[in-house]
């Protein structure tokens, strides 16, 4: 059944974070995004079952992101729903990889799906290491990064998107916030190495 009132983001950020009408909250997610993040798995060799609890999965880990106070909207609810799918369902096939070789059953012919598969994850676990920085810089430097690594927008897009008068400017800009942001973490080995490993995913 369709809910009688669609609310925006923003409504439905507040209502899962002031614990306000939180179900029906919930279920305007489930009826908004549950067809793209069932479509996604399908498309990486999941199966509806697989779908279904894994898209339950996704729906606990954003409650929780609000709740916690780590997600205030500042991308869209379906970008930040389809990145967390992405994620768990990459470490799901991860998981799988890991147990087929334990068992001696990985095949040649499909060695360079598995390269891929192992790249996307390395890639997406660094991001998460990055976005976790972010609130070190300062707010320009958040939002370029952001905007760059988060939302993988193209230059051109992030630099029309905050008035920056040309694309080399823009690349100034963020090679000093990349630079700072190395600095701030030289003191911790293993975020250093994490860092430099997304950032060669530039």
């Known amino acids: 059944m369709r809910l009688a009132k669609s609310f925006s983001d923003q409504e439905l950020i507040e209502k899962i974070s002031k614990k306000k009408d939180q179900n029906t909250a919930i279920r305007q997610l489930y009826q908004e995004h549950y067809g793209m993040l069932e479509n996604y798995i399908l498309q990486n060799s999941g199966s509806h079952e697989e779908a279904a609890d894994l898209i339950q999965e996704v729906m606990l880990v954003f409650v929780k ?13 379906k970008s930040i729903l389809y990145s967390i ?7 799901e096939l991860r998981k799988r990889k890991s147990t087929l070789n334990r068992q001696g059953i990985f095949h040649s012919n499909s060695e360079e799906t598995d390269e891929d598969v192992t790249k996307a994850i390395a890639k997406q676990e660094s ?3 990055v976005m976790d920085l972010f609130d070190r810089l300062g707010e320009q430097c958040k939002q370029i990064l952001k905007l760059f690594y988060y939302e993988e927008l193209p230059m051109k897009e992030i630099c029309q998107k905050l008035d920056f008068s040309s694309e080399q400017v823009l690349r100034n800009k963020k090679y000093k916030c990349l630079k700072t942001l190395n600095e701030s973490v030289k003191s911790s080995p293993e975020i ?4 430099q490993k997304a950032l060669r995913h530039e």
Request: proline share 0%; net charge positive.
């Open 192 to 195: 250093y190495k994490n860092l």
């Open 85 to 91: 799918c992405r994620n768990l369902w990459i470490t």
């Open 65 to 77: 992101m609000v709740s916690d106070a780590k997600f205030r909207g500042e991308s869209s609810i």
């Open 127 to 129: 991001l998460n290491y």
